[in-house]
């Protein structure tokens, strides 16, 4: 999570400067290329602080409310940035484009404000971009971007290189936009820019939109998790066998862990509830943080009981034996 909160700061400085630079530029250029630029640059403000929010809120303790805690709250407004920011971006920029393109004038526009306020932001969206790569590169450890990518469960920092790598591609249509409306004389290129820019402000929208929204409704945890908890149970002496694992993240660093297991004892004995205890102490310290033994329920099952459903106790799963449980 520091590295995630680092990568969002240097995008929220950088973007917030940004915007105020490009709707000068749009300003006394009239370019719609730059007014993309400047709706882009806002949104990627508003993208910052919404995750700040998220990141802020999904840390609050568990409470009578969510037992679970809010974990989950990174996930929404994550998922509002993807809606609400990028798509009204995009929308707003394809709606100048086209604005452009039917009342299109001549390309003669004041370009030394634009490519100067182009170049700065390149060197502000570079540096910010060197930060996420960062702070991506250590999140990944060993693991290949696709592995993360399967794997990983918190969205910030591929929120942040996708914002900058979307924007360094921005950048190069914008410049490319007005090069070429200068040098034909005909705005339809700059508008043609503006338009692209949407499409890929839109284009992001829709990539993150479809993983947080995933994430909100609940994703099991990694394959490895999964194996290393089913090893975990399964070399237990006291386990006859494991009938049952099921796993959803609630939060970045938050799993919850379900199991259904059946002990050499019956459900009730004394033994059983050493064995508990001693299982779930051992999944949390094999998992590092990522979750507690308020998080992780096992539920005694009978012999022969069968596999693929959690049993049922008068409608609920029986709490996991802990201090904190309510």
Do not use: C
């Amino acid at each position: 999570m520091a590295e995630s909160k680092r990568a969002v700061m240097a995008a929220l400085v950088g973007n917030a400067a940004l915007a105020l630079l490009k709707g000068v530029a749009a300003s006394a250029t009239g370019s719609a290329a730059m007014l993309a630029e400047t709706f882009h640059s806002l949104a990627d403000t508003g993208n910052q602080i919404l995750l700040f929010l998220g990141m802020r809120l999904s840390t609050r303790p568990p409470d009578r409310t969510h037992p679970f805690g809010y974990g989950k709250d990174i996930y929404f407004w994550s998922f509002v940035v993807a809606i609400m920011l990028f798509t009204v971006g995009g929308a707003f920029s394809i709606w100048e484009g086209v604005r452009k393109l039917l009342h299109a004038s001549g390309g003669h526009v004041a370009l030394v404000w634009a490519y100067a306020v182009l170049a700065a932001a390149f060197v502000f969206e570079a540096t910010s971009m060197a930060v996420a790569v960062h702070a991506l590169r250590q999140a990944m450890g060993e693991r290949s971007l696709g592995e993360y990518w399967r794997d990983n469960r918190d969205t910030t920092i591929l929120t942040v290189v996708l914002e900058d790598s979307a924007a360094l591609l921005s950048l190069g249509i914008a410049a490319s936009g007005l090069w070429l409306s200068h040098h034909t004389g005909s705005g339809v290129w700059d508008a043609l820019a503006s338009g692209a820019i949407g499409l890929i402000l839109i284009a992001v929208a829709i990539l993150l939109a479809v993983e947080n929204h995933s994430l909100l409704i609940g994703e099991r945890a990694p394959e490895g998790v999964e194996r290393l908890v089913r090893a975990l149970v399964t070399e237990d002496p006291e386990v006859v066998h494991l009938g049952d694992l099921r796993t959803m993240h609630i939060g970045p660093d938050d799993i919850l862990i379900a199991l259904g297991v059946e002990f050499r004892h019956g459900p009730g004995a004394p033994p059983v509830e050493v064995s508990i205890e001693r299982l779930q102490g051992a999944i949390e310290n094999a998992l590092g943080g990522s979750t507690n033994a308020r998080l992780i329920v096992i539920e005694p099952m009978m012999a022969g009981a069968p596999a693929g459903t959690l049993p049922a106790t008068n409608g609920a799963p029986r709490a996991s034996r802990s201090a904190d449980s309510p």
